[in-house]
């Protein structure tokens, strides 16, 4: 399609003259009105635990990277990693001698757990611990000497009911839990 566009003549009403002419009266400026156009609410990003948020990592970080450190020190050191452990195992044990059939196999299962639980915060092997082992481990970290004595009562009841299975000692099986659940208690303090 094709146009064509031809010259007005002076007179017509649509040219000015070559002058613009503005028509102020027909034209609405559009001016911002701060109540209705700007919300009160604050964006999420202006908030001040979103800054925080946006700023901790700088600040924890190092101290993240040498509490791995430490605790990776921690790890590869197993007498400590077994003295930390120690206390939980011998409750385990403690239960477990519990629902133990007979008398005899309680007595060996208390007497071992106290022996393992030494060996364990000396980080020594429970096989060849003797009873004056023990006692002479627990004189070297300057252990109260009653306490030392209370233990090896302890020990020497469940010998002496285990082999002499017709002693008196046997029969107070729940006092014997007891006294080696507080000895227990009363190392993991003192160690």
């Not at 990003?45 to 190092?62: N, R, Y």
């Not at 930390?84 to 005899?104: D, F, I, N």
């Amino acid at each position: 399609m094709t146009l064509k566009v031809f010259r007005g003549e002076a007179g017509d009403p649509g040219s000015g003259g070559g002058r613009l002419r503005t028509a102020t009266a027909s034209i609405a400026y559009i001016k911002p009105i701060q109540s209705a156009l700007y919300s009160s609410v604050t964006r999420v990003h202006e908030k001040g635990w979103f800054v925080f948020m946006m700023v901790a990592p700088v600040f924890f970080l190092p101290g993240f990277i040498l509490l791995r450190r430490r605790l990776a020190r921690r790890s590869g050191d197993v007498g400590r990693v077994r003295a930390g452990k120690a206390w939980s195992k011998a409750k385990k044990r403690l239960v477990a001698a519990r629902k133990v059939s007979t008398k005899v196999e309680v007595h060996e299962s208390i007497a071992r757990t106290i022996v393992e639980f030494v060996a364990d915060h000396f980080n020594r092997s429970p096989a060849g611990l003797t009873y004056d082992a023990v006692e002479n481990l627990l004189v070297s970290r300057a252990v109260h000497q009653e306490l030392i004595e209370r233990t090896r009562r302890c020990l020497e009841t469940c010998d002496c009911a285990r082999y002499v299975p017709r002693s008196g000692d046997s029969d107070r099986v729940d006092d014997l839990f007891t006294d080696a659940r507080d000895i227990l208690q009363r190392l993991e303090k003192a160690l």
